[in-house]
């Protein structure tokens, strides 16, 4: 199996940044504002990881890495669960 190549990561202007930041903001609200709620927080967390990775996808951006934001989710639900240490 061939390795894959690494990317390199990208460096935007905090310009940039806000922009991208605003597209995915609205990209989310425009996805949960199609959702019909089906009973299950996955509806959810999938309309989110849509949004995000429609804008973001398979770019390094530096700030804007998956694992970013998947540590931003976890520090944020364990502040409301009383997890956070």
């Known amino acids: 199996m061939a390795k894959k190549k690494k990317q390199k990561i990208i460096e935007q202007t905090d310009s940039e940044n806000n922009e991208l930041y605003k597209k995915i903001k609205a990209e989310i609200i425009k996805q ?10 996955d509806d959810l967390g999938n309309l989110v990881g849509i949004a995000v990775g429609r804008h973001i996808g398979n770019k390094r951006i ?13 520090h944020g639900y364990s502040i409301e669960d009383g997890t956070h240490g």
């Open 62 to 74: 530096w700030a804007f890495e998956k694992g970013d934001f998947l540590s931003g989710f976890d």
């Open 32 to 41: 949960l504002s199609l959702c019909d709620y089906k009973g299950h927080i």
